[in-house]
């Protein structure tokens, strides 16, 4: 068990539905990543929080809208979500070290991942 | 800027027989270079990492790779392939803060 889950493992949704995936973090981490991977893509980074305050969002439409309400915890709202959506969500965490000014990332513990298809 | 090429989409090895999956990497400071597998329907799970000590790195499931800084190379090797080493395979640069995935290497091995 890598210490990260996501929940649902698997959710089907309308073009015209709102829900939420879910990711928790069990490693005492101070960040958190979603990502995006479509059949035959590149892992897509969407959206990272570190210490809670969002650092970095790679162009992600507004239908896709991240929350983090504590370090431990991160969520991605779905909202008019278009067929081309579909894909596998990964949630990872990782342990931001500080030094001389800038970050170091070490290792990215990923989640199981949700299945996402949009009809 | 940083970069990562993982030079196979797809390679296909018997089984017993080594594995070879090349990543070449850019970047302008020391980065931290890590390699990941994916399973089907899973996620990501680290293999090894690189973070500025032995330059031959060992991993999990018989796996090592070597940093190479005059190459920039951080191929990942195995010596005898199992079937279940069958999955997808992502190098992984990381520098500052930001990580840049490779396109993966699908791995298939073949009885």
């Known amino acids: 068990e890598t210490g990260v889950t996501q929940t649902p493992r698997h959710l089907v949704m309308g073009m015209t539905n709102k829900k939420s995936l879910k990711c928790e973090q069990h490693l005492g981490h101070n960040a958190m990543y979603w990502y995006k991977q479509s059949a035959k893509k590149p892992l897509e980074l969407m959206f990272v929080?570190?210490?809670?305050?969002?650092?970095e969002n790679n162009s992600v439409p507004s239908r896709f809208s991240p929350e983090c309400p504590n370090s431990s915890h991160l969520f991605l709202h779905l909202h008019t979500l278009q067929p081309e959506d579909s894909a596998l969500y990964l949630c990872a965490s990782s342990q931001e070290v500080l030094a001389g000014g800038s970050s170091r990332t070490d290792t990215q513990y990923f989640g199981p991942g949700t299945r996402l298809t949009v009809l | 800027a940083q970069s990562v090429t993982q030079l196979d989409s797809h390679v296909s090895v018997s089984e017993g027989t080594p594995v070879l999956l090349r990543c070449n990497y850019s970047?302008?400071?020391?980065?931290?270079l890590f390699w990941y597998v994916q399973h089907p329907n899973k996620g990501l799970q680290l293999l090894l990492k690189?973070?500025?000590?032995?330059?031959l790195v060992k991993g999990i499931n018989g796996f090592e790779a070597e940093f190479k800084k005059s190459e920039t190379s951080f191929h990942l090797t195995k010596p005898s392939a199992h079937m279940s080493d069958a999955a997808e395979y992502f190098c992984?640069?990381?520098?500052?803060?930001?990580?840049?995935f490779g396109d993966g290497t699908t791995l298939t091995v073949k009885p």
């Open positions: 929080y570190n210490f809670k305050e969002q650092t």
């Open positions: 992984v640069v990381s520098d500052r803060g930001k990580s840049t």
């Open positions: 690189y973070t500025s000590a032995a330059t």
């Open positions: 970047s302008s400071y020391s980065p931290s």
